[in-house]
């Protein structure tokens, strides 16, 4: 009985707990094509940077990171504090405070390895923050 039960758990996990992030990155490719590019290099780029909020290039910083993680450009998903500060030309004064809100509110995940953090979005939030950003943008042009 309790095999069965186990049978089952894991048959609920994999259809309504698993993350595919190549299908959410592929719904919402489009969409983040308009405000993301990412050099052979790994690198992320916001061509439209200066008309966004400290917060919202970080967000799309990390959204990009996803992308060349699926990409194979870059390793890892996720950005440190050093890369964040040199990538999007912002001083660390200003990012950490960015930071603390963003995971305040649930909008980016922080991991420590030794004393370095590295930040990474959630997948489940990626659309939110694109349509968001795209809305604002519209706005603006």
């Known amino acids: 009985m309790e095999m069965q039960n186990n049978k089952n758990l894991k048959k609920r996990i994999i259809e309504e707990m698993t ?13 983040a094509k308009q405000f993301i590019r990412i050099t052979k290099e790994g690198k992320v780029d916001i061509p439209i940077k200066d008309s966004l909020s400290g917060k919202e290039q970080i967000l799309l910083y990390l959204i990009g990171k996803l992308f060349a993680k699926e990409g194979g450009f870059a390793l890892t998903d996720d950005a440190g504090n050093k890369e964040l500060i040199d990538e999007l030309g912002v001083p660390k004064g200003s990012l950490l405070p960015w930071l603390k809100d963003l995971r305040d509110k ?33 706005k603006n042009i």
């Open 19 to 31: 993350v595919d992030y190549s299908n959410a990155l592929e719904k919402n490719f489009d969409l």
């Open 106 to 138: 649930k909008r980016i995940k922080t991991v420590k390895r030794g004393n370095l953090s590295y930040h990474a979005i959630p997948i489940n939030i990626v659309e939110r923050v694109l349509k968001n950003i795209e809305k604002k943008y519209k």
